[in-house]
């Protein structure tokens, strides 16, 4: 079955320091990447998201991340983390192609807490 | 665009009782939206696969007679806890898919007492 993994659960940074959050799936064939955040007491809000084409994604607030269809990974990461970027970070992906049905894979999630 | 809203946002039900969440797709049309439960500080679990005018598709060991689901129409999709317990306290999310793209709602918390 498909799987998706997050290797950090838990990632504790000070401000201004660099961001880089694993994410690994487990696939062989076409998928599509996304990267969800949720803030306390919020809703998920999409970060950003890969279909195809460049596979360096830039999402918002300063978020990117690259896929590397080799490693089966989808790392997020940004340069310079603040406070505002306490979160929980959840990657998912979605079977591409004709599989597509439309359904998340979703991993375990990583808590960001960001030291002011 | 592309907004998905949850009724209700917190519910608190007795032991026994049944509660209906409501999801809508504000400014379009979904054939297809999702279920999810959300256990505190941990990762979202799909529940069932709402699919207008069809029976829903349930993941495996979720009751499908304890979670009902309704996809009546393109912008509808509602969830029935039937005789709810404790132990189905939980933050429910729904999403709808927009082409390749799913979209969530701000969930709803149910704390059965």
């Known amino acids: 079955a498909q799987s998706v993994s997050q290797h950090n659960h838990h990632v504790i940074l000070s401000e201004a320091a660099s961001l880089e959050l694993g994410c690994n799936y487990s696939?062989?064939?076409?998928?599509?990447l996304f990267w969800y955040v949720q803030y306390p007491g919020q809703h998920l809000q999409l970060l950003l998201k890969?279909?195809?084409?460049?596979?360096l994604v830039k999402g918002i607030k300063g978020f990117e991340a690259e896929f590397i269809k080799s490693k089966f990974s989808f790392n997020l990461r940004k340069p310079s983390v603040q406070w505002s970027d306490t979160a929980e970070y959840f990657c998912?992906?979605?079977?591409?192609?004709?599989?597509?049905?439309?359904?998340?894979?979703f991993g375990q999630g990583t808590t960001l807490q960001v030291k002011p | 665009g592309a907004v998905v809203s949850q009724h209700p946002s917190r519910v608190i039900c007795k032991s026994g009782t049944s509660v209906k969440i409501e999801c809508r797709s504000l400014?379009?049309?979904?054939?297809?939206m999702f279920w999810y439960r959300q256990f505190p500080k941990q990762s979202l679990m799909l529940m069932a696969t709402?699919?207008?005018?069809?029976?829903?598709?349930?993941e495996q060991g979720v009751e499908k007679d304890k979670f009902l689901i309704n996809h009546a129409s393109l912008t509808l999709s509602t969830l029935t806890v039937t005789s709810a317990h404790p132990e189905d306290s939980s933050f429910y999310i729904c999403?709808?898919?927009?082409?390749?793209?799913?979209?969530f709602g701000p969930g709803t918390r149910l704390t059965v007492t």
């Open positions: 999403s709808a898919l927009r082409v390749h793209e799913q979209y």
């Open positions: 709402s699919n207008e005018g069809s029976k829903a598709t349930y």
């Open positions: 696939y062989g064939g076409t998928v599509n």
């Open positions: 998912a992906v979605t079977l591409g192609g004709s599989s597509n049905t439309g359904k998340l894979i």
């Open positions: 890969y279909f195809s084409g460049d596979p």
């Open positions: 400014d379009f049309q979904a054939t297809t």
